[in-house]
Protein backbone atom coordinates (compact mmCIF):
# COMPACT_ATOMS: atom_id res chain seq x y z
CA UNK A 1 0.00 0.00 0.00
CA UNK A 2 1.69 3.36 -1.11
CA UNK A 3 0.93 6.50 1.71
CA UNK A 4 0.70 9.71 0.54
CA UNK A 5 1.49 12.28 2.68
CA UNK A 6 0.51 15.92 2.19
CA UNK A 7 1.80 18.71 4.27
CA UNK A 8 -0.28 21.78 3.00
CA UNK A 9 -2.91 24.82 4.63
CA UNK A 10 -5.28 24.97 1.99
CA UNK A 11 -5.67 22.85 -0.77
CA UNK A 12 -9.59 23.12 -2.00
CA UNK A 13 -11.69 22.66 -5.19
CA UNK A 14 -15.08 23.19 -5.42
CA UNK A 15 -18.13 22.04 -6.55
CA UNK A 16 -18.96 19.24 -8.29
CA UNK A 17 -17.38 18.47 -11.82
CA UNK A 18 -15.03 16.20 -12.71
CA UNK A 19 -11.61 17.53 -13.62
CA UNK A 20 -9.67 15.03 -13.95
CA UNK A 21 -10.52 11.18 -14.84
CA UNK A 22 -9.07 8.77 -12.01
CA UNK A 23 -5.78 7.50 -12.35
CA UNK A 24 -5.60 6.00 -8.71
CA UNK A 25 -5.37 2.70 -8.26
CA UNK A 26 -8.15 1.20 -6.60
CA UNK A 27 -7.39 1.33 -2.86
CA UNK A 28 -3.94 3.30 -3.00
CA UNK A 29 -4.28 4.86 0.61
CA UNK A 30 -5.90 3.23 3.63
CA UNK A 31 -6.64 6.47 4.93
CA UNK A 32 -6.19 10.12 5.50
CA UNK A 33 -4.69 12.07 8.39
CA UNK A 34 -4.52 15.94 8.44
CA UNK A 35 -2.67 18.31 10.80
CA UNK A 36 -2.72 22.09 10.57
CA UNK A 37 -4.54 24.93 12.07
CA UNK A 38 -7.92 26.94 11.75
CA UNK A 39 -7.50 26.65 7.62
CA UNK A 40 -8.30 22.91 8.24
CA UNK A 41 -9.79 22.59 11.27
CA UNK A 42 -12.93 20.73 10.77
CA UNK A 43 -13.97 20.86 14.48
CA UNK A 44 -11.60 19.59 17.11
CA UNK A 45 -11.38 23.45 18.26
CA UNK A 46 -15.03 24.03 18.96
CA UNK A 47 -14.71 20.01 20.36
CA UNK A 48 -12.18 21.54 23.06
CA UNK A 49 -14.93 24.01 24.29
CA UNK A 50 -13.79 26.84 21.60
CA UNK A 51 -12.93 28.68 24.96
CA UNK A 52 -10.70 31.22 22.77
CA UNK A 53 -13.47 31.94 20.26
CA UNK A 54 -17.25 30.56 21.14
CA UNK A 55 -18.40 32.30 17.71
CA UNK A 56 -17.33 29.38 15.84
CA UNK A 57 -20.00 27.33 17.32
CA UNK A 58 -22.62 29.60 16.35
CA UNK A 59 -23.86 31.14 12.86
CA UNK A 60 -22.94 32.89 10.88
CA UNK A 61 -20.12 30.43 11.07
CA UNK A 62 -21.45 28.11 8.67
CA UNK A 63 -23.72 29.94 7.01
CA UNK A 64 -22.87 29.24 3.47
CA UNK A 65 -22.97 25.61 2.70
CA UNK A 66 -23.24 23.55 5.96
CA UNK A 67 -26.14 26.14 7.44
CA UNK A 68 -24.67 25.66 10.48
CA UNK A 69 -21.65 26.14 12.54
CA UNK A 70 -18.87 22.81 12.45
CA UNK A 71 -16.07 24.64 13.56
CA UNK A 72 -15.06 25.48 10.30
CA UNK A 73 -13.64 28.95 10.42
CA UNK A 74 -15.18 30.28 7.86
CA UNK A 75 -18.80 30.57 6.16
CA UNK A 76 -18.68 27.11 4.35
CA UNK A 77 -15.96 24.70 2.85
CA UNK A 78 -12.54 24.73 3.55
CA UNK A 79 -9.68 23.77 1.01
CA UNK A 80 -9.73 20.54 2.51
CA UNK A 81 -13.23 19.81 1.69
CA UNK A 82 -12.62 20.24 -1.72
CA UNK A 83 -10.35 17.67 -2.60
CA UNK A 84 -11.94 13.61 -3.48
CA UNK A 85 -8.95 11.73 -2.32
CA UNK A 86 -7.63 8.20 -3.61
CA UNK A 87 -9.35 6.21 -0.83
CA UNK A 88 -11.72 2.86 -0.77
CA UNK A 89 -14.99 3.79 -2.00
CA UNK A 90 -15.86 2.07 1.51
CA UNK A 91 -14.32 5.22 2.75
CA UNK A 92 -16.90 7.75 0.95
CA UNK A 93 -19.35 5.56 1.66
CA UNK A 94 -19.19 7.51 5.45
CA UNK A 95 -19.22 11.05 4.02
CA UNK A 96 -15.73 12.03 2.81
CA UNK A 97 -13.74 14.06 1.98
CA UNK A 98 -15.42 15.63 5.15
CA UNK A 99 -12.84 14.68 6.96
CA UNK A 100 -14.16 14.31 11.04
CA UNK A 101 -12.54 15.80 13.62
CA UNK A 102 -10.08 13.34 15.68
CA UNK A 103 -11.47 14.60 18.80
CA UNK A 104 -15.26 13.22 17.90
CA UNK A 105 -13.47 10.13 17.83
CA UNK A 106 -15.27 10.40 21.81
CA UNK A 107 -18.07 8.70 19.97
CA UNK A 108 -16.68 6.13 19.07
CA UNK A 109 -17.78 6.92 15.27
CA UNK A 110 -16.95 4.32 12.53
CA UNK A 111 -15.69 6.93 10.32
CA UNK A 112 -12.20 7.07 11.53
CA UNK A 113 -11.66 3.85 10.13
CA UNK A 114 -10.62 5.67 6.55
CA UNK A 115 -8.97 9.30 8.23
CA UNK A 116 -9.24 11.75 10.56
CA UNK A 117 -8.52 15.18 10.69
CA UNK A 118 -5.62 16.50 14.00
CA UNK A 119 -5.81 20.27 13.00
CA UNK A 120 -6.88 23.01 15.46
CA UNK A 121 -7.80 26.17 15.14
CA UNK A 122 -5.23 28.74 16.84
CA UNK A 123 -2.01 26.06 16.62
CA UNK A 124 1.40 26.86 15.76
CA UNK A 125 4.67 25.20 14.56
CA UNK A 126 6.77 26.32 17.37
CA UNK A 127 5.76 24.51 20.92
CA UNK A 128 3.12 26.51 23.43
CA UNK A 129 6.72 27.08 25.64
CA UNK A 130 8.29 29.42 22.72
CA UNK A 131 5.34 31.90 23.72
CA UNK A 132 5.44 31.68 27.28
CA UNK A 133 8.71 32.30 27.11
CA UNK A 134 7.88 35.39 25.28
CA UNK A 135 5.18 35.95 27.89
CA UNK A 136 2.32 36.06 24.96
CA UNK A 137 1.56 32.27 25.89
CA UNK A 138 -1.55 33.22 26.80
CA UNK A 139 -2.49 35.05 24.10
CA UNK A 140 -2.50 31.08 22.17
CA UNK A 141 -5.84 29.66 21.28
CA UNK A 142 -4.56 25.86 21.66
CA UNK A 143 -1.34 24.28 22.56
CA UNK A 144 -2.24 21.34 20.10
CA UNK A 145 1.31 22.45 18.27
CA UNK A 146 2.32 20.62 15.32
CA UNK A 147 4.36 18.58 17.19
CA UNK A 148 1.82 17.69 19.87
CA UNK A 149 -0.63 16.61 16.43
CA UNK A 150 2.14 14.40 14.82
CA UNK A 151 2.27 12.60 18.40
CA UNK A 152 -0.86 11.03 16.77
CA UNK A 153 0.48 10.06 14.19
CA UNK A 154 2.61 6.75 15.47
CA UNK A 155 -0.39 4.99 15.66
CA UNK A 156 -1.23 5.30 11.87
CA UNK A 157 1.48 4.46 9.66
CA UNK A 158 0.75 3.64 5.79
CA UNK A 159 -1.68 6.59 5.63
CA UNK A 160 -2.45 9.16 3.21
CA UNK A 161 -1.39 12.24 5.67
CA UNK A 162 -2.61 16.16 4.69
CA UNK A 163 -0.69 18.60 7.00
CA UNK A 164 -2.59 22.16 6.91
CA UNK A 165 -0.76 24.97 6.78
CA UNK A 166 0.78 25.63 9.90
CA UNK A 167 3.65 28.38 10.86
CA UNK A 168 0.77 31.40 10.28
CA UNK A 169 -0.33 31.51 13.80
CA UNK A 170 3.64 31.50 15.09
CA UNK A 171 3.97 35.16 13.47
CA UNK A 172 0.39 36.21 14.04
CA UNK A 173 0.77 35.98 18.00
CA UNK A 174 3.90 38.12 17.89
CA UNK A 175 2.29 40.42 15.35
CA UNK A 176 -0.97 41.30 17.15
CA UNK A 177 0.65 40.97 20.77
CA UNK A 178 2.51 44.35 19.39
CA UNK A 179 5.78 42.83 18.38
CA UNK A 180 7.53 44.95 15.25
CA UNK A 181 8.31 42.72 11.73
CA UNK A 182 12.49 43.26 12.97
CA UNK A 183 11.62 41.85 15.90
CA UNK A 184 9.64 38.23 14.75
CA UNK A 185 11.86 37.88 11.60
CA UNK A 186 14.63 36.08 13.61
CA UNK A 187 12.09 33.20 14.53
CA UNK A 188 11.56 32.57 10.75
CA UNK A 189 14.33 30.02 10.33
CA UNK A 190 12.76 28.58 13.73
CA UNK A 191 9.12 28.19 12.40
CA UNK A 192 10.44 26.88 9.04
CA UNK A 193 12.83 24.23 10.78
CA UNK A 194 10.07 22.77 13.20
CA UNK A 195 8.23 22.71 9.07
CA UNK A 196 10.61 20.59 7.88
CA UNK A 197 11.65 18.65 11.18
CA UNK A 198 7.93 17.36 10.46
CA UNK A 199 8.30 16.69 7.30
CA UNK A 200 11.11 14.68 7.67
CA UNK A 201 9.45 12.41 10.55
CA UNK A 202 6.95 11.75 7.95
CA UNK A 203 9.24 10.71 5.22
CA UNK A 204 11.25 8.55 7.70
CA UNK A 205 7.80 6.68 8.86
CA UNK A 206 7.17 6.05 4.94
CA UNK A 207 5.98 9.17 3.19
CA UNK A 208 6.66 9.62 -0.34
CA UNK A 209 4.70 12.56 -1.62
CA UNK A 210 3.80 15.39 0.93
CA UNK A 211 2.58 18.42 -0.22
CA UNK A 212 4.36 21.73 1.94
CA UNK A 213 2.41 24.96 1.85
CA UNK A 214 3.66 28.23 2.31
CA UNK A 215 2.19 31.38 4.21
CA UNK A 216 -1.03 33.51 2.54
CA UNK A 217 0.04 37.37 1.58
CA UNK A 218 -0.67 38.56 5.04
CA UNK A 219 -0.15 42.00 3.85
CA UNK A 220 -3.97 41.77 2.15
CA UNK A 221 -6.04 39.85 5.15
CA UNK A 222 -8.60 42.30 7.14
CA UNK A 223 -6.73 41.69 10.41
CA UNK A 224 -3.30 43.21 9.46
CA UNK A 225 -4.58 46.16 6.91
CA UNK A 226 -6.60 47.04 10.32
CA UNK A 227 -4.08 47.22 12.94
CA UNK A 228 -1.34 47.98 11.07
CA UNK A 229 -3.27 50.90 8.85
CA UNK A 230 -1.06 53.66 8.11
CA UNK A 231 -1.86 57.27 7.15
CA UNK A 232 1.73 56.99 4.60
CA UNK A 233 0.50 55.73 1.08
CA UNK A 234 4.06 54.25 -0.14
CA UNK A 235 3.29 51.62 2.48
CA UNK A 236 0.81 49.95 0.04
CA UNK A 237 1.16 47.85 -2.41
CA UNK A 238 -0.70 48.83 -6.11
CA UNK A 239 -3.57 46.54 -4.94
CA UNK A 240 -3.68 47.98 -1.46
CA UNK A 241 -2.00 45.67 0.23
CA UNK A 242 0.97 46.63 2.85
CA UNK A 243 3.59 45.98 1.68
CA UNK A 244 6.63 45.09 4.57
CA UNK A 245 3.47 42.46 5.89
CA UNK A 246 3.54 40.75 2.52
CA UNK A 247 7.43 40.82 2.36
CA UNK A 248 7.70 39.39 5.63
CA UNK A 249 5.20 36.51 3.99
CA UNK A 250 7.34 36.20 1.05
CA UNK A 251 10.64 36.07 2.98
CA UNK A 252 9.13 32.56 5.35
CA UNK A 253 8.00 31.27 2.04
CA UNK A 254 11.53 31.67 0.47
CA UNK A 255 13.08 30.26 3.33
CA UNK A 256 11.23 27.19 3.65
CA UNK A 257 11.61 26.44 -0.16
CA UNK A 258 14.67 26.68 0.22
CA UNK A 259 14.75 24.58 3.40
CA UNK A 260 12.46 21.88 1.21
CA UNK A 261 15.43 21.69 -1.73
CA UNK A 262 17.64 20.45 1.50
CA UNK A 263 15.08 18.01 2.18
CA UNK A 264 14.70 16.15 -1.27
CA UNK A 265 18.09 16.18 -1.28
CA UNK A 266 18.07 14.04 1.53
CA UNK A 267 14.99 12.44 0.62
CA UNK A 268 15.65 11.61 -3.27
CA UNK A 269 12.97 9.03 -3.20
CA UNK A 270 9.91 11.15 -1.94
CA UNK A 271 7.77 13.39 -3.78
CA UNK A 272 8.10 17.03 -1.54
CA UNK A 273 5.69 19.77 -3.52
CA UNK A 274 5.68 23.47 -2.24
CA UNK A 275 2.21 24.93 -2.48
CA UNK A 276 2.17 28.53 -3.27
CA UNK A 277 -0.50 29.87 -1.53
CA UNK A 278 0.88 33.21 -1.53
CA UNK A 279 0.85 33.35 -5.53
CA UNK A 280 -2.88 31.29 -5.89
CA UNK A 281 -4.34 34.07 -3.26
CA UNK A 282 -2.41 37.03 -4.86
CA UNK A 283 -4.28 36.64 -7.71
CA UNK A 284 -7.81 37.80 -6.64
CA UNK A 285 -6.50 40.55 -4.64
CA UNK A 286 -4.41 41.66 -7.55
CA UNK A 287 -7.26 41.23 -9.98
CA UNK A 288 -10.63 41.43 -7.67
CA UNK A 289 -13.23 41.78 -11.01
CA UNK A 290 -11.81 38.67 -12.78
CA UNK A 291 -12.92 36.29 -9.85
CA UNK A 292 -16.20 37.65 -8.64
CA UNK A 293 -15.37 39.87 -5.76
CA UNK A 294 -15.23 43.98 -5.63
CA UNK A 295 -12.88 46.71 -5.50
CA UNK A 296 -14.50 48.14 -2.45
CA UNK A 297 -15.33 45.07 -0.84
CA UNK A 298 -12.10 43.22 -1.56
CA UNK A 299 -9.97 43.42 2.13
CA UNK A 300 -13.45 43.97 4.27
CA UNK A 301 -14.49 41.23 6.00
CA UNK A 302 -18.10 39.87 4.73
CA UNK A 303 -18.88 39.36 8.67
CA UNK A 304 -17.72 41.95 11.36
CA UNK A 305 -18.62 44.72 13.58
CA UNK A 306 -17.42 48.28 12.21
CA UNK A 307 -14.74 49.87 11.13
CA UNK A 308 -12.62 50.75 7.85
CA UNK A 309 -12.35 47.10 7.09
CA UNK A 310 -15.61 45.46 8.86
CA UNK A 311 -13.21 44.18 11.43
CA UNK A 312 -14.06 45.43 14.74
CA UNK A 313 -12.29 43.66 18.23
CA UNK A 314 -15.20 44.84 20.30
CA UNK A 315 -17.65 43.34 17.55
CA UNK A 316 -15.88 40.04 15.77
CA UNK A 317 -18.10 38.03 13.44
CA UNK A 318 -20.38 36.28 16.15
CA UNK A 319 -20.27 38.44 18.69
CA UNK A 320 -23.03 41.05 19.06
CA UNK A 321 -22.43 44.18 17.08
CA UNK A 322 -21.36 42.18 14.10
CA UNK A 323 -23.38 41.21 10.92
CA UNK A 324 -22.74 38.90 8.03
CA UNK A 325 -22.86 40.43 4.48
CA UNK A 326 -25.84 39.26 2.13
CA UNK A 327 -23.62 37.84 -0.14
CA UNK A 328 -20.74 35.90 1.23
CA UNK A 329 -19.28 34.51 -1.60
CA UNK A 330 -19.11 38.60 -3.30
CA UNK A 331 -16.42 38.70 -0.18
CA UNK A 332 -12.28 37.05 -0.06
CA UNK A 333 -12.32 37.54 3.46
CA UNK A 334 -15.18 36.30 6.30
CA UNK A 335 -14.50 37.32 9.73
CA UNK A 336 -11.46 39.66 9.08
CA UNK A 337 -8.72 36.78 10.00
CA UNK A 338 -10.32 33.89 7.91
CA UNK A 339 -11.21 33.63 4.10
CA UNK A 340 -14.41 32.70 2.64
CA UNK A 341 -15.30 29.72 0.78
CA UNK A 342 -15.39 31.58 -2.62
CA UNK A 343 -11.84 32.59 -1.84
CA UNK A 344 -10.82 28.87 -0.80
CA UNK A 345 -12.17 27.92 -3.93
CA UNK A 346 -10.05 29.64 -6.33
CA UNK A 347 -7.06 28.74 -4.19
CA UNK A 348 -7.79 25.40 -4.43
CA UNK A 349 -8.07 25.90 -8.00
CA UNK A 350 -4.86 27.89 -8.45
CA UNK A 351 -2.91 24.40 -6.82
CA UNK A 352 -4.35 22.14 -8.92
CA UNK A 353 -4.36 23.78 -12.67
CA UNK A 354 -1.27 25.31 -11.61
CA UNK A 355 1.06 26.78 -11.82
CA UNK A 356 1.25 27.17 -7.90
CA UNK A 357 2.21 23.46 -6.86
CA UNK A 358 5.87 23.02 -7.35
CA UNK A 359 6.43 20.44 -8.34
CA UNK A 360 3.06 20.19 -9.90
CA UNK A 361 0.39 17.91 -7.80
CA UNK A 362 -0.50 15.51 -10.15
CA UNK A 363 -3.54 13.07 -10.21
CA UNK A 364 -1.28 10.27 -8.73
CA UNK A 365 -2.08 12.04 -5.53
CA UNK A 366 -5.48 12.73 -5.98
CA UNK A 367 -7.97 10.16 -7.86
CA UNK A 368 -10.86 13.03 -8.98
CA UNK A 369 -10.36 16.62 -8.45
CA UNK A 370 -13.92 18.52 -8.48
CA UNK A 371 -13.69 22.27 -9.57
CA UNK A 372 -16.26 24.64 -10.57
CA UNK A 373 -16.14 25.21 -13.82
C1 LIG B 1 -1.60 25.47 27.71
O1 LIG B 1 -0.77 24.91 28.72
C2 LIG B 1 -0.49 25.82 29.80
C3 LIG B 1 0.53 25.17 30.73
O2 LIG B 1 0.15 23.85 31.03
C4 LIG B 1 -1.79 26.17 30.49
O3 LIG B 1 -1.55 27.08 31.55
C5 LIG B 1 -2.73 26.81 29.47
O4 LIG B 1 -3.99 27.08 30.06
C6 LIG B 1 -2.93 25.92 28.26
N1 LIG B 1 -3.64 26.67 27.26
C7 LIG B 1 -4.71 26.19 26.62
C8 LIG B 1 -5.35 27.11 25.64
O5 LIG B 1 -5.16 25.07 26.83
C1 LIG C 1 6.39 57.21 4.01
O1 LIG C 1 7.19 56.03 3.94
C2 LIG C 1 8.37 56.18 3.18
C3 LIG C 1 9.03 54.81 3.08
O2 LIG C 1 9.11 54.20 4.32
C4 LIG C 1 9.26 57.21 3.83
O3 LIG C 1 10.45 57.38 3.06
C5 LIG C 1 8.51 58.54 3.92
O4 LIG C 1 9.28 59.46 4.62
C6 LIG C 1 7.16 58.33 4.64
N1 LIG C 1 6.38 59.56 4.53
C7 LIG C 1 5.77 60.10 5.58
C8 LIG C 1 4.96 61.31 5.31
O5 LIG C 1 5.86 59.61 6.70
C1 LIG D 1 -16.89 48.57 17.25
O1 LIG D 1 -17.81 47.87 18.06
C2 LIG D 1 -18.22 48.57 19.20
C3 LIG D 1 -19.08 47.61 20.02
O2 LIG D 1 -20.18 47.13 19.27
C4 LIG D 1 -18.96 49.83 18.77
O3 LIG D 1 -19.34 50.55 19.92
C5 LIG D 1 -18.07 50.66 17.89
O4 LIG D 1 -18.76 51.76 17.39
C6 LIG D 1 -17.53 49.84 16.74
N1 LIG D 1 -16.55 50.61 16.00
C7 LIG D 1 -16.71 50.94 14.70
C8 LIG D 1 -15.59 51.71 14.09
O5 LIG D 1 -17.70 50.64 14.06
Known sequence: MKSLFVLFINIYLYSWKVLSSSSCKPEQYNDIFNFGNSLSDTGNFLLTGAFAYTPVGKLPYGLTFFRHPTGRFSDGRLMIDFIDYCLPDKAKAFGLPFLPPYLAQQGGSQIFDHGVNFA???ATALDAEFFYRLNIGSSSWTNHSLVVQLECRK????SLFL???IGGNDYNYRFFAGASIQQVEPSIPLVVEAITRATSALIEEGAVELVVPGNLP???????LTFFQSPNKTDYDSNGCLKAFNAFSELH????KRALETLRQKYPHAKIIYADYYGAAMQFF???LEYGFHKETLFRACCGGGG???FNLSAGCGFSGSTACEDPSAYANWDGIHLTEAAHRIIAKGLVYGPFTTPPLTSSSFKNIYVLN
Do not use: D
Open 218 to 224: IGCITVY
Open 253 to 256: NSRL
Open 286 to 288: HSP
Open 155 to 158: HFKK
Open 120 to 122: VAG
Open 163 to 165: VGE
Open 308 to 310: PYN
